[in-house]
């Protein structure tokens, strides 16, 4: 079985074009000659592709003319065509001295890889571009501060058997591939993603091993499908994974995580809608980075992802200079609502090696939700959270409601800065800060 992507690409489901109508004249009496009433007959629609945007097509026009519109829309051929060179890069992009040196120097995992599309969303010029950032290697990547590894989240130490995390209780971490249809530069999992070998193979023999032993635990009810990225799979392959998770009767819930539905939208074909359909109840958490990332296309692959009954959450690193702003992410997390994803996590950036450039102070998260909670709409507030370095796993991190306690009343602060109370007879959240709430309220 191939695992590479292999089907062919499938006329979409929606069209954004909008029906138009073509007046057609008849005289019932003598055909031909008078003129009656105007009928307005429905023209059929021509087959309807994926959707795209003005910028991108400027884009493929300029630097993919052989393209047809066909072959751009097929995920195959965009993931074919990726970006992975420094001639390719040099093309496309206006490269800073410091992008050609890191370019030029990088060997191993997490290549270069960005698809023409996500291609089309950055600036040619502009080296702090938010999405460029984080796809174009910088020198910082090579430097290693304190505290910073290739494995910080302790995933290796955590691994059942390769590609397999067991570190809750009831669920696991199933890394599927190494491959990604782009290569995010702050990516947790550098050390493995883009370059098979060592003991992450992600062959067929690995990942019998994976459902072998999700097989023989019958705590497990929850498998997060994750990589690499799932969906760089070809159809056939990731039906038959995903048949094989629900026919294990203790596997309730199934997720996939991914970047693709917003790197490689074309991917959101038919064919995939129909195979995940099958697969309920299976959630998804797509990661979003920045507002640009809101295109036309987004809105196609979102729509048939939510249209096949798929609960969508995001989940977002938060990443120095490129979205570190209230009004960034509150740009973000509305587009998403709007394309009925939920914002879910906004994680602190993880500290992998090389990765000080992409880092912000805690209180820059703080700041963030604290910015959005009560100042917009409750459903665009994520959860922030930190994944503690060793293997801790998640942990939330929130502003501080809680003022402190004054009797039998919590004392409580609102988005505005403004202090309320609330009575609680026998309770005692807030009693280690009591007397500075008494003060204060
Ligand atoms: S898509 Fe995910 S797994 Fe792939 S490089 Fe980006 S963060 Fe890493």
Not at 38 to 44: F, G, K, M, S, W
Not at 256 to 279: A, C, E, Q, S, Y
Not at 353 to 379: A, C, D, M, N, Q
């Amino acid at each position: 079985m191939k695992l590479l992507p292999q089907e062919t690409a499938e006329p979409p489901s929606r069209c954004e074009a909008t029906q138009t109508t073509l007046p057609l004249t008849l005289n019932i009496d003598a055909p031909g000659e008078a003129v009656l009433p105007r009928i307005e007959v429905p023209r059929i629609p021509s087959p309807p592709r994926f959707p795209i945007g003005a910028q991108t097509r400027a884009f493929a026009r300029k630097y993919f003319p052989d393209a047809t519109p066909a072959e751009w829309d097929d995920w195959r051929w965009q993931f074919r065509k990726r970006i992975r060179t420094l001639a390719e890069l040099e093309r496309l992009f206006i490269l800073s001295d410091e992008e050609r040196d890191a370019i030029q120097r990088h060997k191993g995992s997490l290549p270069v890889g960005i698809t023409p599309y996500y291609a089309s969303l950055m600036s040619r010029h502009d080296a702090d571009d938010p999405l460029r950032r984080t796809h174009i290697p910088v020198g910082t990547e090579y430097i290693q501060t304190l505290g910073e590894a290739d494995d910080p989240l302790g995933e290796d130490h955590d691994s059942a058997v390769p590609g397999l995390v067991h570190r809750y209780p009831d669920r696991v971490l199933f890394l599927v591939t190494g491959t990604c249809s782009t290569y995010c530069r702050y990516c947790t999992r550098s050390r493995m993603v883009g370059a098979v070998g060592g003991e992450y193979s992600f062959s067929k023999s690995q990942w019998e091993k994976a459902l072998q032993y999700i097989e023989a635990h019958t705590e497990i009810r929850d498998v997060l499908l994750s990589g690499g990225d799932p969906l760089t799979l070809a159809d056939e392959p990731l039906e038959y994974l995903l048949t094989r998770l629900r026919a294990i009767p203790h596997v309730e819930f199934l997720r996939i995580g991914t970047k693709v539905p917003v790197v490689l939208p074309m991917r959101v074909t038919k064919n995939l809608t129909r195979i995940l359909k099958k697969m309920h109840p299976l959630w998804m958490s797509i990661h979003f980075t920045h507002p640009s990332e809101l295109t036309k296309e987004v809105t196609e692959s979102t729509a048939r992802l939510a249209d096949s009954g798929i609960p969508l959450g995001s989940q977002t690193v938060l990443l120095k200079g490129i979205n570190d702003e209230v009004e960034t992410m509150k740009s973000l997390y509305h587009g998403l609502l709007k394309r009925r994803v939920k914002p879910y996590y906004l994680y602190q950036c993880d500290p992998i090696t090389g990765s000080s450039h992409f880092r912000t102070p805690v209180e820059k998260g703080l700041e963030i939700i604290e910015g959005l909670r009560g100042h917009t709409t409750g459903y665009a507030v994520p959860h922030y959270v930190i994944d503690a370095p060793g293997g801790g796993g998640k942990i939330p991190v929130v502003p501080d409601y809680l003022v402190g306690r004054d009797g039998e009343d919590v004392v409580l602060r609102n988005f505005e800065g403004k202090t309320y109370r609330y009575r609680d007879p026998g309770g005692k959240a807030g009693a280690s800060r009591g007397k500075a709430a008494k003060a204060k309220a």
